[in-house]
């Protein structure tokens, strides 16, 4: 059987991130995917399409769904973009969205779960749910493109980022954004 990976888009900057992870990992797994009402606001403001993805689709209201369960086995979960409010949620443990309790069962049951934050600056209270979702076992990562493959393009600077979410979940890709030392 095929990988399953849970995937949430929340109210960040940024939805592009979040539409080219789905995107990627949709070519090898099964995406499980919520899209977060204000998520959607923002797609609109940043002209990110989020309609046709290969996904199995959720509410974030529907916290019944089959997702929001320990017992509903994957291989991941990643939140891209991740908001702070998002955050705050995971790290405190309220689950009052089925992005926030799926993310709380992720890690309840140690899979991996990923965040791919996006604020600044950042205030002492985003650093210490970082540091409390981290203490859990999130990874948290920061859409902080690199810069050394010279991209030329809003795709290419994103998909530096892509890349390196799909690794941590050990998703296959072949997006040309590795580092090969000062030689290559
Ligand atoms: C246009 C717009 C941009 C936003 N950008 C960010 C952002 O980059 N980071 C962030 O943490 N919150 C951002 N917010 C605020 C969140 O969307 C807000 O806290 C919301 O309640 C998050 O809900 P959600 O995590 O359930 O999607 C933004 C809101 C709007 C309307």
Redesign the pocket.
């Known amino acids: 059987m095929g990988k399953v990976v849970v995937v949430g888009i929340?109210?960040?900057?940024?939805i592009i991130y979040g539409r080219r992870i789905a995107e990627e990992i949709g070519k090898s797994a099964e995406v499980r995917l919520i899209i977060?009402?204000?998520?959607r606001?923002?797609a609109r403001?940043e002209a990110v399409d989020l309609d046709g993805l290969r996904a199995i689709p959720y509410r974030?209201e529907d916290l019944g769904a089959i997702i929001s369960s320990g017992s509903f086995r994957h291989d991941g979960m990643v939140i891209a973009?991740?908001?702070?409010?998002?955050?705050a949620?995971i790290a405190h443990g309220y689950a009052e969205?089925l992005?926030t309790r799926a993310a709380d069962v992720t890690l309840k049951e140690r899979r991996r779960c990923i965040l791919l934050?996006?604020?600044m600056p950042l205030s002492r209270i985003h650093l210490q749910n970082m540091l409390a979702a981290h203490d859990a076992g999130a990874t948290v990562m920061v859409a902080s493109p690199a810069f050394y493959h010279r991209p030329r393009t809003i795709e290419q600077l994103v998909d530096m980022v892509v890349a390196r979410v799909l690794d941590h979940l050990e998703i296959p890709h072949d997006l040309p954004v590795r580092w090969g030392g000062y030689d290559a």
Not at 10 to 14: H, V
Not at 81 to 87: E, F, I, W
């Open positions: 929340t109210g960040a900057s940024g977060s009402k204000t998520a606001e923002i403001h974030n973009p991740c908001s702070m409010k998002t955050l949620g969205t992005v934050l996006r604020e």
